[in-house]
């Protein structure tokens, strides 16, 4: 048996197409274009790829989005101010910050200060709340990237077994919430889980985010499992993912690819968290 | 071998002294008392016995108690002026309603609706968030009480399989975000669980919370492992937890009994919520 490969590519085209509709009646309907500001500090590189991906398709469905750049050593106050005045500006309808951030800035306080109507990537405490507590609006991306691609494969989650190898608070832990406010049962591995096998050769499905490469071979998955790799890794031979890829896909049932995986719907969910922001901004029914 | 039986009521107690030195402490020097209202619709019985606990406790640590009670019938619009106000009033600083609620009325609505600052339940969708990303402060009451008896017992949780067996949004759900903050590897179980034994019999900690009177017997646990009951259900032998105690107490390593256990320690843990809540308001710094 080989396992199907999950087409990241083509879901998010097919989300893109209904996004770039959504967009034009929005803009009819509101005179607005929904704007999006992007805070940048320092020059992180690893953040750049995404950083372009994601600026060409605010562009393909005609979301502005522009950036505000600011030096490395830029203090938490003046990032604070500026947050601030973005809030406070109605022409601005998303704000995100691009993390990692230099050490001496704090990534929870800087998130608690965006307007949580305006957080795009959902992970101020407001919005992941309302994730935990089965009241989904603005869900952080990468975990709705996930739940977009098993939604669109009719992964059946009701009961079954689903692991995830990561336990941070942008992917593992609202992940969790979500398979569980769809009735998996969920188990969350990470660095310190002891006998991670054990744990993967259980799954349903398997979720991996941990940017290790080919840490999840065959040996590590029961036959026929969804295999979903959030993992990138830039390696000599060229961007992988966490699973090693041409000995899991003779046993698995379905598998993300990387890159052409979840990659590509992760940036497609990102703008649908934009028109969310901009809808909460318009209506200020939220 | 004979587990350790963890005692819920001398945990409590050692809680509400130092509690009540604290309220002593905030009268003090807010020249203020502490007071809080419950918002209770309809006339539940299975909340009675909690509710009277409650009020007991609050008595003895000098924070005021008071009940706001409606018929089964108000409508939603009317429960919702009645927070509103209860926001507003700078005597009363923290808010609760009491679970179960009719069905015509939205948990979500009504939860949603009380200032984040006085919500003594930690339920509203900013505290969940918060607990959830690892910036814990007003926590759900029942995982506060876990974690609390757990730390008592200096219970290891880095590295550990906690097992949980609910996932509800005020237990399950924020329980395993607790867990998770203190790098457990964490599996949520719940009634659309296949072959729920397979997931226990991995539990270093196993925390049942079903309502199923002998759900869990010494089959399903591991030698050794800390088995946290939070179950109270009313049978013909007075009132009982979710695990078979005489079975499962010669397989354990340290198990909470049922009363005695989680039950009073969830009481006190809700008054540390109230000092937080009371805090919240003398300070606005939250």
New interface residues.
């Given amino acids: 048996m080989t396992a199907k490969e999950i087409n990241g590519r083509k879901i998010a085209s097919e989300l893109k197409i209904k996004i770039a509709k959504e967009v034009e009646g929005l803009k009819s309907k509101y005179k607005k274009t929904p704007k999006i500001t992007t805070i940048i500090i320092g020059n992180d590189s690893s953040s750049e790829l995404y950083l372009r991906l994601r600026d060409k398709a605010c562009n393909e469905v005609g979301i502005i989005s522009n950036h505000l750049e600011f030096k490395e050593d830029i203090t938490e106050k003046k990032v604070l101010e500026n947050i601030s005045n973005l809030n406070n500006d109605k022409n601005v309808h998303g704000i995100l910050i691009q993390l990692p951030l230099p050490a001496h800035l704090s990534q ?1 306080k800087l998130i ?1 200060a965006i307007d949580s109507r305006k957080d795009v990537e959902g ?8 994730t ?4 989904e609006y603005i869900v952080p991306i990468t975990p709705l990237s996930v739940l977009t691609i098993l939604e669109h494969e009719k992964t059946e989650l ?2 079954k ?1 689903v692991v995830i190898i990561n ?1 941070s ?1 942008h992917v ?3 992940l ?2 979500l398979m ?1 406010n769809r ?8 660095v ?3 006998d991670l096998k ?2 993967t050769m ?1 799954a349903d499905v398997l979720i991996s985010a941990t940017g290790i490469n080919k840490l999840i071979n065959s040996d590590f998955i029961k036959n026929g499992a969804t295999i979903i790799d959030v993992g990138i890794i830039n390696t000599k031979d060229g961007i992988c993912g966490d699973v090693d890829y041409k000995s899991t896909i003779i046993k698995a049932g379905k598998i993300t690819p990387v890159p052409g995986g979840v990659g590509p719907v992760t940036v497609a969910c990102s703008l649908i968290n934009m028109i969310k922001t901009f809808k909460n901004c318009v209506d200020e029914n939220e």
Same sequence: chains 1, 2.
Avoid: S
Wanted: charged content about 15%.
């Fill in positions: 929870t608690n992970l101020h405490p407001y919005n992941i709340g309302k935990l507590n089965g009241d009701k009961g077994n336990h608070n593992g832990k609202p969790a919430a569980l009735n998996a049962t969920v188990t969350i591995c990470h310190f889980t002891k054990k744990h259980t």
